[in-house]
Structures are given as structure tokens and as C-alpha cells.
């Protein structure tokens, strides 16, 4: 997640637009929140945000810019002082808040830790464990501050990181401080559970709505900034949901071997072969070792691939395609399957995303499914018909 630059790339024209307007119109609501998917860009935005609200150059005055986040060149100018400083997160009238998990005494070192890397990866991906939280220290040293007019600049801005990870009375502090009149501090939440915020936050700030990214502007930046091959990046895009820090986060796990190898799994079902597909099943699971997260993109794999073979029989065009290294295979599938049974097939999978949430056994799951994707029924050809609960999971 970058500080100056990326978010020139992500295609959020509406909010975008809205907030260009708001800088250029010199006019601040005392809050915002920013809403949407995780990982589309609205860190990335508050950021921007912040930083145009800040410079010294009165980003109003500037002429019409193409791109709030054209930067360093539009809304912040990107050379004056100020906007020297908020490039590194080092301008004293922005303050940046951001779950953290650990120990309360190593707080200050893994707060630094992770602004270190968000100054240095410009691919740096935020990432929390369940646990994580906007610490009550934090907001308490933060709240104290307000109380004095900004250090530099004519406002302070602070920006709160998935705000929907705080505390009951952190919330009615933070409510206070919105609702004071006169107030020099401009806020930005961002949110991906906007449903977490409580109504009385949601109801005082503006809302700013993100959607889901391309599946194209998410390959076009993985190949131009982080030098993914186009075929992985095609694969990582069409995984993503949209989300640009998802697709990023799996680019080191080497999508293509790891689609051939979920691909692959087939290949005893179709056979009608079910011991070979019970031991691929278990050699999956490692003995075990693979998590569920594999275990989902497992199946994810197989579901691009579905959904390649219903495009391609309603005659999509290569471009379209996922996994378009394999056109001829998907082609061929598709001729071979009507569209009602490959969305059968599609449901299997959906079944079995549902029940890797659940408490099911992972072997049990990859043979049941992969059997049925295959086309194969309990009784028929090799399968057995009453395999100790093979089949239902
Ligand atoms: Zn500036």
C-alpha cells in the first residue's frame, strides 16, 4: 500500500471525481468514510486524500487536475515541505492510525515496523490477524492532541485504517470529536465491514464508496508493477474479487503451478479411478499441512476453469478467458458439457467452499467434489456406491 503513487492506476473514477471535487472546492466535511471491498484502494485514497488536504500550495488554487492521484503532481503538488513530509508519513499534522496485534509494550516497535515497510514496499499489503485492533493507547495519545491547534498545517488530518476494528468507548470518543464545533481536524475512516461502524459513526461522516477493481486494470498493474508474468497475472486478477491486495499477496505463490496442480486433481476422477483419487486427495492435504486458505484456492481454481468452459460456450473470445494458456482444452470441454451441467459442476464447488468453512474432513472433501466435477455418481462405473461416507460431507 503506497503513500505518493499506485493509486493513479486504480480505476475508482467515482470516488475519485468526488474527492477531487472536495479538494478543489476548498470545502471539508469534519469526516469521511471511505467504504467498499478490502484491498481496492480506499488506504491508498485516505492517504492521497490526506495529503492533498495538507499541501501548501491550497490544492483548491491549483487548475483542474486529471487524477487526484495522478501524483505527485496534482491535488498535492508533491514539493512543497509539507508535501515532502506526508509522502514518508512523517508531517506532524497527520496522524495515521492502523490496526496492530502483540504484545502493548513492543507496540511502538511493530507500529514501526509496519511504517517502515509501508514506506519502503510499494507493494506493501496490509494484513491483520483476527485479533487485531486500533489500540485504546493510541487513540487516547491521539485525542489528547486535539485538544491544540495543528503543529504546521491549517487542519490536521487523521486517517483510521479499517475503523471497524475499535472499541465501544473509543467510538463514542472519536463521536465527540467529530461533533465538536470549530473543529481543525478533518477525519478519514475506511472501512471494508461498514456494517462493524456503528450507525451513530456512520450517520456523521461522508461517505465515499469503492467498488471492486477491474479484472483487467488489476492484470495491467500486476505486469507493469510488480513484474508478474500475464498469464499469472491474468490468473491472479481472476482470483482476486477485485481486490488488488489480494491478487498482490498470492503473486509469490506461483499461481500457474499451483492452478496445474488443483487441475491435476481432476485427473483420477476422470479416469474413474477412486483409490488414485483418495491418495491425490490425502497427498494434497500433506499429512495435513495444507491450510484451508490452499485448500479454497483449490477450488477456486476450479471454478475459473468452469467458468471459462460456460464463456467459451457462449463463444467468448479468447481475451476472456482466465485461463487462456489452456484455450484449447477449455474449447473442447465446452463442447463436450451443456451449460446446465457445468453450472451443476459450479454448485459442487460452491458446496465445497461452504464446507472448508465448516468442520469437514479435507480429504473427504477433495474426493467427494473432485469426483462430482468430473461428472462421476455414487454406484456408477468404479465408484462405490456406499464408500463410508465418501460421497457426502
Ligand atoms: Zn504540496
Redo the contacts with the bound molecule.
Sequence with gaps: MPVVRLADLLDQPAATTFLRGVVAGGRYANAYLFYGPAGVGKGTAALAFARALL???GAGALPAAPSLFDAPATA?????P??RKTATLQHPDLRFLFPVSGEENKLDETIDETLTALRQDPLFVFTYDKAASIRISLTRDLLRELAYQPFEAARRVVVVRDADRMREDQYSALLKSIEEPGLTTVWVLTTSRLHRVPATIRSRCQRVRFVPLTEASVTQFLTSRAEVAPNAARILAALSSGSLARAIALRETDPIALRNQALALLEPARRGDPSALWLAAQKFMNFGRTGREALRRMVEFHELWLRDLLRARYGAPREMLANRDHEEAIRRQAQELDAGEIRRRLMVLEEALRSIEGNVSADLTIFSTMARVAGARPGEGEWPAHPAGRWDY
Design positions: 499541501c501548501e500550495h498535492a503538488c508533491g514539493e512543497c509539507a508535501c
